[in-house]
Antibody, heavy 119, light 105 residues
Framework: QVQLQQSGPGLVKPSQTLSLTCDISGDSVSSNSAAWNWIRQSPSRGLEWLGRTYYRSRWYSEYASSVNGRIAINPDTSKNQFSLQLNSVTPGDTAVYYC?????????WGQGALVTVSS | EIVLTQSPGTLCLSPGERATLSCRASQSISNTYLAWYQQKPGQAPRLVIYGASTRATGIPDRFSGSGSGTDFTLTISRLEPEDFAVYYCQQYGGSRFGGGTTVEI
């Protein structure tokens, strides 16, 4: 069965870069039918989709306007994983971050990781 | 930008009762591109319904979804103890979520 396993630091200093990785088992990051997403959840913002990457003869990435310009989501085919990088973080980026599979809706989720932005 | 408004914010019910949750969109959602999720404390959301009315794998048939355009409903016909949770709707375009409805005892 498909499983997503997240990893990354739980504490990031303001102005630095938040980096998380999601390992995929039971599916392929290069699948021609799946998409691989990052979603976050906080009391102030609720559930917020951040972006996705997917392969359809070539790689695509799409990002939410709220974080566009600060975000990169990249696949790593050698490790069958994908990553999130969010630059210039502020305390407002403190949230539980989830990776998830799905092009339109999200049928598999990682376990979630609390990332706190604080000095 | 479509905004999803869920109501009520909290639903207080007992096991065995029927739960009716509403999700209203600020603009019409095409082709019933709407999903519902269940989230329990400390857990990731779990897909319950997609395409407005199709149950996800492993979801019991006491869960049903309906609606089109701007008004969508998630119904739980007879609440089981494990159904008490927060439920979110999500529209496909822009992947926006509603604010959630808490179903509590």
């Amino acid at each position: 069965q498909v499983q997503l396993q997240q990893s990354g630091p739980g504490l990031v200093k303001p102005s630095q870069t938040l980096s998380l990785t999601c390992d995929i088992s039971g599916d392929s990051v290069s699948s021609n039918s799946a998409a691989w997403n990052w979603i976050r959840q906080s009391p102030s913002r609720g559930l917020e989709w951040l972006g996705r990457t997917y392969y359809r003869s070539r790689w695509y990435s799409e990002y939410a306007s709220s974080v566009n310009g600060r975000i990169a989501i990249n696949p790593d085919t050698s490790k069958n994983q994908f990553s999130l990088q969010l630059n210039s973080v502020t305390p407002g980026d403190t949230a539980v971050y989830y990776c998830a599979r799905g092009r339109f809706y999200f049928d598999k989720w990682g376990q979630g990781a609390l990332v706190t932005v604080s000095s | 930008e479509i905004v999803l408004t869920q109501s009520p914010g909290t639903l207080c019910l007992s096991p065995g009762e029927r739960a009716t949750l509403s999700c209203r969109a600020s603009q019409s959602i095409s082709n019933t591109y709407l999903a519902w999720y269940q989230q329990k404390p400390g857990q990731a959301p779990r897909l319950v319904i997609y395409g407005a009315s199709t149950r996800a794998t492993g979801i019991p048939d006491r869960f049903s979804g309906s609606g089109s355009g701007t008004d969508f409903t998630l119904t739980i016909s007879r609440l089981e103890p494990e159904d008490f949770a927060v439920y979110y709707c999500q529209q496909y375009g822009g992947s926006r979520f509603g604010g959630g409805t808490t179903v509590e005892i």
